[in-house]
Structures are given as C-alpha cells and as structure tokens.
C-alpha cells in the first residue's frame, strides 16, 4: 500500500492523547472474575476490532460500557500536525499512514452517505484514557464508542496483531482496523445497532451480524481506496496490491472467535460464546465488500446463512 507522496494530510481528524496522562476507572474485568493469561485472551476476543455491550443511557457501547469515570485527557495536535503534513510522511511513518488512512476511509463515506455522514475523529492514546464509555487501556485494542462517537486507538495494538496473533501485519492491515471501526460509526449514524440485543452471544447473534458487517464495510472502502479523492481532487491512496489484500485477509482470520479460542484461548472453540464471526466469515464478508465495492451487499441482518 502506498500513499500519493504530494498528498496533503489532515491531522485535524486524530485528537493525540499520547503522553497525556492515564485515565482512571476500575479494573477491567469479564464475567465477573480477575483477569488471568486465559482471561486475557477471552476479553482480547470480544473487543478487538470493536466488541460491544449495553452502554450508556440505553446505547450498544463498547465492551468499556460504564467502567470507570474521570476527565478526559486533553488532545495537543501540534506534534501530529507538524510530522504528518504529506503523503510521503504517510509512506513514512506509522503514525501519519493512520491519518491518510482516517481521511481517505471518511471521504468515502462521505461520498457514499452524503450529509448522513457526520465525520468523527479517532483518538491515538498511550497506555490508558477516559472515553464516553468508561476507561480504557492499552490492552483493549481498537474500538468505536457510540456515546461519544469517537474511534480510539493505541497505535501499539498492530505490533499487538503480529507478535501476539501472528498476523504478517502491513500497512493495509492498519488501514483494514481502521475501516472496521469507521463502519461501527457507519452502523451507529444508521441505526443499525438498534438491532442488536445487548449480552447475547452466538454464531447468528446480533454482535456477530454487526461485526461483519463492519468487515464488509471496510471491504467497500477497500475497492474504491485508489480512487476515493481527497479535497484535491486526486486519490489520496496511490497503490494497493494483491499483496496487501492476502495480508488484510490473514489478519480476518487471526480475529476469528473460532481460530482466537483455539489457539489462544483454551484450545476448543464454543460457538455459544461467539460475539465476532469465524475466521472464514470474517474473510468472506470482507471479500464480498471488496469484491461488490457495494455496502448494499453488506446487509449481515438479512442474511439467513452467515
């Protein structure tokens, strides 16, 4: 994946809470008990790429529904804004691909929704934070939290998707995280998790039905990413690779509840306990997604067979 080196960057979309302070909160915990290695790995399962619960005043919020309270961090944007300034820093620098990344996916919603589309940002935080969910750390991963319409990232989550479940890992796969997440708040500005009932679980449950939704989503931008236009009028994205499409695919199935209890967790999978889609699921609504270009085809909740 490359970006075009004379495109200009948006920093504007990312509040940078990193070095800011850890937010406060309780322990975070699942199901009742402390968190060991197996603990670990279960609550690694139902919030990577976007878990969700019951939230606030009603809401389907993030796994973080409640847990914990204090201020939020302030966000200083200066450093961000002054090292991602172009596509070339982008191809750089991690940091700045997540900014190409964050302004090409919302271009293309903004394309796709027109004025239903209301752009939000994404924070980039270190170690813990405060979000309208409750507290969050560093081990959560990536997610959407509807009561403040934010996306929140620790940035040390993909080094996290290759050293801990041995994703190959890349640019497209950073940018793929970041599809999911934005196609929670597609959901969220659509209604759609009004179709989900908070606390159940299962292969044809509602969470999965909006997690692969989410990954069909990031399939749509996918297909169009060479051409989305960024506020110059040209593609801010240059270059997309079969390459990059194999390693977004291994990572799907990396995050699969079945290929994460199995080789993460204790061995045997419990389809009962499934909130995220199998490994091949997730592959194959990504693909339909990219291969259709078409969230029309994305609609999880009409589909008898997952």
Do not use: K
Not at 1 to 19: I, K
Not at 261 to 269: E, V
Request: proline share 3%; hydrophobic share 35%; charged share 20%.
């Amino acid at each position: 994946m490359r970006y075009r080196d004379d495109a200009s960057l948006d920093p504007g979309e990312v509040q940078d809470r990193r070095g800011g302070g850890g937010g406060g909160g309780r322990t975070i915990a699942l199901g009742g008990g402390g968190l060991g290695i197996v603990g670990v790995l279960v609550l690694i399962l139902f919030q990577v790429l976007g878990g969700q619960s019951d939230g606030p005043s009603g809401q389907n919020a993030s796994v973080f529904d409640q847990m914990g309270s204090g201020q939020v961090q302030s966000a200083d944007g200066a450093q961000l804004a002054a090292s991602c300034r172009t596509g070339a820093d982008a191809n750089a620098r991690r940091e700045c691909a997540v900014v190409a990344d964050i302004e090409s996916i919302q271009d293309y919603w903004g394309g796709v929704l027109g004025s239903r589309y209301v752009p939000t940002d994404t924070v980039y935080f270190s170690g813990s934070t405060q979000t309208g969910c409750g507290a969050a750390s560093s081990g959560t991963g990536p997610f959407y939290c509807p009561a403040d319409r934010l996306v929140y990232l620790d940035l040390s989550f993909f080094d996290e998707l290759t050293s801990t479940f041995g994703a190959q890992g890349g640019a497209f796969v950073d940018a793929y995280v970041l599809a999911h997440e934005y196609g929670h708040h597609v959901q969220d500005l659509l209604g759609t998790n009004e179709q989900v009932q908070a606390g159940v679980s299962g292969p044809d449950s509602g969470s999965v039905r909006l997690e692969l939704q989410a990954d069909c989503y990031a399939g749509t931008w996918a297909q169009h990413a060479t051409t989305v236009p960024d506020d110059s009028g040209a593609p801010l994205i240059a270059e997309l690779t079969d390459d990059d499409v194999t390693r977004a695919l291994d990572a799907a199935a990396r995050i699969g509840d079945d290929y994460i209890q199995t080789n993460l967790g204790g061995g045997r999978a419990d389809p009962g306990s499934y909130t995220h889609g199998t490994s091949e699921q997730r592959q194959r609504w990504f693909t339909t997604g990219l291969r259709t270009g078409d969230p029309r085809q994305c609609d999880t909740f009409a589909a008898q067979s997952l």
